[in-house]
């Protein structure tokens, strides 16, 4: 199983943002996709999930109406977009899949606010 995560990104406050995930070795459509969160110092924070099956999604109350989660089946691929970007979203995003007992993440993809 791999999830492998698009490269670093740095954007303006106000900008939007759209990391992606591209899943191999398992049934995409099978697994809930999570999408979660670290910025410097602190925890891990997660901010939501979607069934690549028929594109049904969850989002943390502190996000919503500011993320959005997509999944393309044609190309296993789950992506995550964040607008209206603060410099508080500066933080390294990660996927998620659980499968069974194991959970298995993306790399990681850093993004930075900053003007």
């Known amino acids: 199983v791999q999830l492998v995560q698009s490269g670093t990104e740095l954007r303006n406050p106000g900008a939007s943002v759209k990391v992606s995930c591209k899943a191999s070795?398992?049934?995409?459509?099978?697994?809930?996709i999570d999408w979660v969160r670290q910025a410097p110092g602190q925890g891990l924070e997660w901010m939501g999930r979607?069934?690549?099956?028929?594109?049904?999604?969850k989002y943390a109350q502190k996000f919503q109406g500011r993320v959005t989660f997509t999944a393309d089946t044609s190309t296993s691929t789950a992506y995550v977009e964040l607008s209206s970007l603060k410099p508080e979203d500066t933080a390294v995003y990660y996927c998620?899949?659980?499968?069974?007992?194991?959970?298995?993440w993306g790399q990681g993809t850093q993004v930075t606010v900053s003007t």
């Open positions: 979607i069934d690549p099956e028929n594109g049904g999604t």
């Open positions: 070795g398992y049934t995409f459509i099978r697994y809930y």
């Open positions: 998620n899949v659980r499968l069974g007992i194991k959970d298995y």
